[in-house]
DNA sequence: AAATTACCGTTGCGAGGGCAACAAAGCCCC
DNA sequence: GGGGCTTTGTTGCCCTCGCAACGGTAATTT
């Protein structure tokens, strides 16, 4: 059963042996759940009291515009944790999660989560579960950087820059479309294509698709501002 | 001492006894500390190691500008809670926090925070603490939408109405000067103001200074989309 | 190979809003 | 009351970027 290697590596076991694992999750009541394509995990304007942790397959998290129209939030793979943000606040799902394939999920209450066991393991989890949380605080404030820089330009460049970091080289690929990356950034997706146009004309950098290479990362440090 | 009312009106105490809380603060180590106006109590690029409550007087979180200048992330006054998102993550300040002015702030080393005891009160606290993280999540998700809307108008719109919700009334005050709310919605002060001034015109609000009162909330409704 | 569907680049148009500069009004302290 | 500082309103200029429409290329299906 390699289903431990994935719990392992997901944010909210890491660290713990097999055995560790094996019983940690009875203690904890964890339930294993099988979802076809399609299912709703998650109700938006319902609470949810459990976290959530794929398997297998892929989910989504989206969002009913005002218009009614979807707006896709995240999406996630297997060792993915959902639910953790919203369990810590009493306040209704403001998602809701489908699955993307058929997907296997490993749900656990929140409540047991947080109930002391004395044992390290439940402690580390404590640890991973307040971490994972952090993290996508410090994914979200990444977000909010971009969107207050004032030109297009601009955001672009930071963004490129911190995908470049993130690969830790000048040649990478983005895990967007263009269409998704406009979404990200709040722009125009013409407008995107207009400006990364201009930038390559520049000599600023190059770019196929979701494919780029910085060729002046110090004139992009200069721009992202 | 009424001190221990302050720590009970704290998002991370709440719902705790004095007589929980007398016990409580000796097991996690916690300590008192006096700054005077200015001192530094985290530096930016400096990790942190535990969660600060403000017991009196007030701080506020900064971050350095790429061009140096002093960017004004929030403040807080007695009952606050600061480090606490920064504690889960296992980086380094983005921001640096300084005593507005001279206060008394109780210090609490995270990793005793995390360790489970068995008590009912460090479980509570737990929660509490992970709620609090929780909690600036949404924060920071309820300003991300002001961000991601289209139109200068409909970013207005949907603030003034999110303030009167949370006021309970469409006459309320908001805690921003015009320059305040210009950065946080992130536009042109001018720009604000010449927009408030064309929704005053329209009779769609009244507003002097911090005041405002909506007359129109339902086409402000539609407007913030 | 044709057809259908994503994905991406390009361009013209026009307005929203950034920027700068100035003026008026409120506030504080002497 | 008068000088200085802060906050807010106003206005002209003009550039960026949203919007809409179209064409071209890659990916996928039949």
Same mark, same amino acid.
């Given at each position: 059963m390699d289903e431990f290697a994935i719990l392992q590596s997901t944010p909210l076991f890491r660290g713990l042996s097999a055995a560790d694992l094996d019983g940690l999750l009875g203690r904890l009541g964890a339930v294993r759940r099988s979802y076809n394509r399609g299912a709703v995990l998650v109700q938006a304007g319902q609470p949810s009291h459990s976290v959530g942790v794929v398997l297998a397959g892929a989910i989504e998290a989206a969002r009913l515009g005002p218009d009614g129209s979807r707006l896709p939030i995240t999406r996630m793979g297997p060792g993915g944790v959902f639910g953790d943000v919203l369990g810590g606040s009493s306040l209704t799902s403001p998602v809701t999660v489908t699955a993307r394939a058929p @997907? %296997? +999920?490993?749900?656990?209450?929140?409540? #047991? $989560?947080?109930?002391? %066991?004395?044992?390290?393991?439940?402690?580390?989890?404590? #640890?991973? $579960? +307040?971490?994972?949380?952090?993290?996508?605080?410090?994914?979200?404030?990444?977000? +909010?950087? &971009? *969107? $207050?820089?004032? !030109? *297009?330009?601009?955001? +672009? !460049?930071?963004?490129?820059? !911190? %995908?470049? /970091?993130?690969?830790?080289? *000048?040649?990478?690929?983005?895990?967007?479309?263009?269409?998704? $990356?406009?979404?990200?950034?709040? @722009?125009?997706? !013409?407008? &995107?294509?207009?400006? &990364?146009?201009?930038?390559?004309? /520049?000599?600023? *950098?190059?770019?196929?698709?979701? =494919?780029?290479?910085?060729?002046?990362?110090?004139?992009?440090?200069?721009? =992202?501002?």
């Open positions: @997907c %296997e +999920v490993l749900l656990i209450p929140y409540d #047991q $989560l947080l109930r002391p %066991e004395g044992s390290a393991a439940g402690q580390r989890v404590l #640890q991973n $579960l +307040v971490r994972s949380i952090s993290d996508k605080y410090f994914l979200l404030a990444r977000r +909010v950087d &971009l *969107l $207050l820089l004032r !030109s *297009l330009r601009a955001k +672009v !460049s930071a963004y490129l820059l !911190s %995908e470049a /970091e993130r690969a830790g080289q *000048l040649t990478f690929r983005i895990p967007f479309t263009r269409a998704q $990356l406009a979404d990200y950034l709040n @722009c125009d997706r !013409s407008a &995107l294509s207009r400006e &990364l146009g201009r930038m390559q004309r /520049e000599g600023l *950098l190059d770019t196929y698709r979701s =494919s780029f290479k910085l060729l002046q990362p110090d004139a992009l440090r200069k721009l =992202s501002q």
